[in-house]
């Protein structure tokens, strides 16, 4: 049974740093792209950022780009989001995903997704 738990979530003053985890279980990953995404109240679920597993080329979404890093660590078949320099609109329910269409893979592509974790980032 494949599982992705996030964790990291928390509230933090603009400004302030947070790194949320995704822990995978259940199947091999190495042929997967793995993804963040958030959600904010009343909106809808954007992508945020995504990792190759196997060749750890990374992609951002611009409003990120510089201030979020996306990282995976093999060994514990975890994924990472080191998210500096949070703004307000940052506030969100982040979700961790797993795609296994490598190219561009679009939100549908998403097979697998987490619970999710809350960032609240107050001014």
């Known amino acids: 049974q494949v599982q992705l738990v996030e964790s990291g979530g928390g509230v933090v003053q603009a400004g302030g740093s947070l790194r949320l985890s995704c822990a995978a279980s259940?199947?091999?990953?190495?042929?997967?792209?793995m993804g963040w995404f958030r959600q904010a109240p009343g909106k809808e679920r954007e992508f945020v950022s995504r990792?190759?597993?196997?060749?750890?080329?990374?992609y951002y979404v611009d409003s990120v780009e510089g201030r979020f890093t996306i990282s995976r660590d093999n060994a514990k078949n975890t994924v990472y989001l080191q998210m500096n320099s949070l703004k307000p609109e940052d506030t969100a329910v982040y979700y961790c995903?797993?795609?296994?269409?490598?190219?561009?893979?679009?939100?549908?592509?998403?097979?697998?997704w987490g619970q999710g974790t809350q960032v609240t980032v107050s001014s």
């Open positions: 990792i190759n597993w196997s060749s750890g080329r990374t």
């Open positions: 995903a797993a795609s296994s269409r490598v190219l561009s893979p679009a939100k549908s592509d998403y097979g697998y």
């Open positions: 259940g199947r091999t990953f190495s042929g997967y792209v």
